[in-house]
């Protein structure tokens, strides 16, 4: 089965730090995506990256920033983080048919 | 507002019932619908994906797609205890990349 692996799997961050959420797949895919989950509203797409060395905006990019270095990394960035952030992030990647979620990244943002 | 409207909210059914979940899109660009099941603390994991219009059954599980009105529905017959979960709809539309629009979920409960 597909592999995406996040780091941390949880993580507690101080309103105005800086976090970073980390995501790495061995399935050779060239999409990758970050979504958040919040009770009550499903997943929501925060930034994708069909190419290394680009990312796009997804329909909820305000406050993150995307790195994709290599074709197997993509990294989610908070610069100013907020309560608002406080969410399960996941991580997922995919090869034109179905999406592989990684296991999930509870941030909890104080 | 949500693209993807999920129904209903929440469903409570016994064991060895019909669960019956409905979805649809209000984006005429959609191509497929996928039917993804998350369980408690775990992340999504996809049941089945349906682009043509009519009916697909795997096992236990079959989903319905009337690509007029943009109507998905997915059900379970024979429902079992571990079905209980968070069964999410997305579309995927002819934009290509794979990215996904979700809905907001079913919560399924199958009592035992």
């Known amino acids: 089965e597909a592999a995406v692996t996040q780091s941390p799997r949880s993580k507690v961050a101080v309103t105005g730090g800086k976090v970073t959420l980390s995501c790495h797949q061995t399935n050779n895919h060239d999409y990758m995506y970050w979504y958040r989950q919040d009770t009550g509203h499903g997943l929501r797409l925060i930034h994708y990256s069909y190419v290394a060395d680009s990312t796009e905006k997804g329909d909820i990019p305000d406050g993150y920033k995307a790195s994709r270095p290599s074709q197997e990394n993509f990294s989610l960035i908070l610069e100013l983080a907020s309560l608002s952030q406080t969410a399960v992030y996941f991580c997922a990647s995919s090869e034109r048919t179905e999406v592989f979620f990684g296991k999930g990244t509870r941030l909890t943002v104080v | 507002q949500q693209k993807v409207q999920q129904s209903p909210e929440s469903l409570i059914v016994p064991e060895g019932g019909m669960a019956s979940l409905n979805c649809t899109s209000s984006d005429r660009n959609v191509d497929y619908f996928w039917w993804y099941r998350q369980h408690s603390g775990k992340s999504p994991k996809m049941l089945m994906?349906?682009?043509?219009?009519g009916e697909k059954e795997e096992g236990r599980f079959t989903v319905h797609l009337n690509k007029a009105s943009l109507h998905t529905s997915l059900h379970i017959r024979d429902s079992q205890p571990s079905d209980s979960a968070l069964y999410l709809c997305a579309a995927e539309t002819d934009s290509g990349y794979n990215k996904l629009t979700f809905g907001k979920g079913t919560v399924l409960l199958v009592s035992p």
């Open positions: 994906s349906i682009f043509s219009n």
